[in-house]
C-alpha cells in the first residue's frame, strides 16, 4: 500500500503541475459549494476563523457558521465584527436538527457570502444539519470553524468533480497540523515543525495517515473516512442518506460509510475521492488531558461505525468496502489495540515462566520497531518529495528523531486511550464529544507580518 501511495503522490503532482488554479476558480460553470462550519464556544478565535473563510476565492461560495448553543461570546463577536442582523431567509427541515433560532446576513455587502446561524445546542452532527438544511449548493464543505484553508482549497476539491465519469460523493483533502505557525489575518504566513513533543508526534501521525493511509486507500475506491475537518459531500445524496447521525461521535466516518452503502444498494457509479494536497490546517491538542479526549472520542466512534454497519463486513454486494476496507477497520483500527495489549501480556507471562528466549523476544521487539520507523520515515520522505513545506534542515531532524521514539512513549498511550475509549462506550455507556480547548491563533497573528503577494 504504501508503494501505491507514493505513485498516486507522483501521479498527483505531475497531473496538477500545469493547472491554474487561480484561473480555474472564475469558471462561472463550477458547482456551488457551502461551507458549514460548526461553532462552539469558538470566541477565542471566531473572528479570525470567519475571516479564513471569507478570503476563499472560489467563485461560487458561501460561508454558513452554524453556532451551536454557545455559552460564551462566539455569537456576540461574529455579529459585532461582521456587522450582522437577522435575516428574513427561507428554509426547510429537510434534515432533523434542534431549532433554528435565527440567520443573521451582514450589512456589510463586502461579507455577502456570509451567514451566521443561532441553533438551539445538539452538537455537532447536528449543527451540520441545520447547515445542510440552510444551504442550496450542489455540494456543501464540511469544514471545522478552527481550521485555516489554503485559498485554492476548493478549487482543488471540486477538480475530481468535473473530472470524473462518475458521480462524485464526497470528496476529502490532506488536514496537516499548524501549531507554532505564524498566522495573519486567516493565512499562515510560516509553517514550521511544533516545537513541543507532542504535537510533533501527531504530525508525523497525519502525515502517515494522509500521506500513506488515504492515499492509498482512495486509489481503490475504498477510503470509509473523510476527515470530519475538512471534506465536500453532495448534497442532495447526503439528504438522500439521512444526513449526520446524531447518535454517535464518529458522525464523519459513519456518513461516508452511508454513502457508500447507499449507491452500492442502488448500484449506481460513484466515486469518494480524495485530493493528496495540504489543503487544511487545524491545531493539535497540546497536552495529554485534551489529546486523551480526542483520542477517547475517535475510538468510540470506530466502534459506533462498524457496529452499525456490520452488516456490509465481508459481504460480496458491497465490493472493495465490504471485503477489503471494512474488515481492515475492524482487524487493525478498532481490534487492533486489543490484539497489541493482549499480546503484551501474553508475552510478558511467558517471559515470566521462562517459554520465551530473551534472544528471540529482542530480535522479534526489534522487527517490529523497525517497521513502525519505516512507515514514519517514508510518511517523512513524501512529505519532503512531494510537498517540502519544511525547509529548515534542523525541522526535519527533529521529525526523524521523534519517529525513532515514538514507539516507546506516545504508541504505548494511544493504545491504553484507544482501549479507554471503547470501555468507556460499553460500560460506562459515554457518547459525548467531551470538550476540546484550543490555544487559538491570537498571539501569532498579532506578532506575524502580511504575507507577501
Known sequence: MSWRSWNVLKHHKQANINIDFNAFRQNPFLPSISVVAPAYNEGLTIVENIRSLLSLGYNNLTIIVVNDGSKDDTLEKAIKFYDLEVADYYFDYRLPCNEIRAVYKSRNKAFKKLLVVDKANGGK?????????ISYSDYFACVDVDCLLEENAFEHLIYPVINSHKEVVAVGGIVWLNNDAE???????????????????????YFRAFLLGRTAWSSINGLLLISGAFGIFHRERVIEAGGYNKKTVGEDMELVIRLHKLML??????????VPTPLCWTEAPVDTKILSRQRNRWARGTAECLMLHRDMLFRRKYGIIGLLSFPYWFVAEWMGPFIEASGLIFTLIMMMMGYINSTFFVSMLFLVFSMSLFFSILAILAQETFFNRYTEPKDIGKLFITAILEPFIYHPLTVFWALKGNYDLFFKKTHSW???????????AAGAKPPKS
Open 125 to 133: 452532527a447536528d449543527a451540520l444539519n441545520a447547515g445542510i438544511n
Open 434 to 444: 467531551g470538550e476540546m480547548t484550543r490555544t487559538g491563533y491570537a498571539n501569532n
Open 265 to 274: 444498494n442502488k448500484k449506481l457509479p460513484y466515486e469518494v475521492a480524495y
Open 183 to 205: 498566522v495573519f489575518h486567516g493565512h499562515m504566513v510560516k509553517l514550521q515543525v511544533p516545537n513541543k513533543f507532542l504535537p510533533r508526534i501527531q504530525l508525523i501521525e
